[in-house]
């Protein structure tokens, strides 16, 4: 775990986000990057579509959400990390 990183309770992932996801999740049941697929797999996660990086406005941003499941939403993330590396990389 990276040691400068807050908690995830810092971070917002607290008890009430626990319950909004739960309701998020039962109202979303499906993944959307596998249902514009054609595929009909159920989503383990909320992913923030724009990453908050601690904007708690961003963060309850409900038109910021989507369901995903773990694989999309690992894909995704890598890819997101890929693309900031390569623009710090280019900057240099």
Same mark, same amino acid.
């Given at each position: 775990?990276?040691? #400068?990183?807050?908690?995830?309770?810092?971070?917002?992932?607290?008890?009430?986000?626990?319950?909004?996801?739960? #309701?998020?999740?039962?109202?979303?049941?499906?993944?959307?990057?596998?249902?514009?697929?054609?595929?009909? $797999?159920?989503?383990?996660?909320?992913?923030?579509? $724009?990453?908050?990086?601690?904007?708690?406005?961003?963060?309850?941003? #409900?038109?910021?959400?989507?369901?995903?499941?773990?694989?999309?939403?690992?894909?995704?993330?890598?890819? #997101?990390? $890929?693309?900031?590396?390569? $623009?710090?990389?280019?900057?240099?």
């Amino acid at each position: 775990m990276d040691k #400068e990183r807050p908690s995830s309770n810092a971070r917002g992932y607290t008890a009430t986000w626990q319950r909004r996801r739960r #309701e998020y999740l039962r109202e979303n049941p499906l993944c959307r990057h596998c249902q514009n697929k054609g595929k009909l $797999i159920p989503a383990d996660l909320i992913d923030h579509i $724009i990453p908050h990086k601690g904007d708690m406005n961003l963060f309850w941003d #409900e038109t910021n959400w989507q369901p995903l499941c773990t694989e999309c939403h690992n894909r995704k993330t890598m890819n #997101e990390s $890929i693309a900031k590396r390569t $623009i710090i990389n280019e900057v240099k």
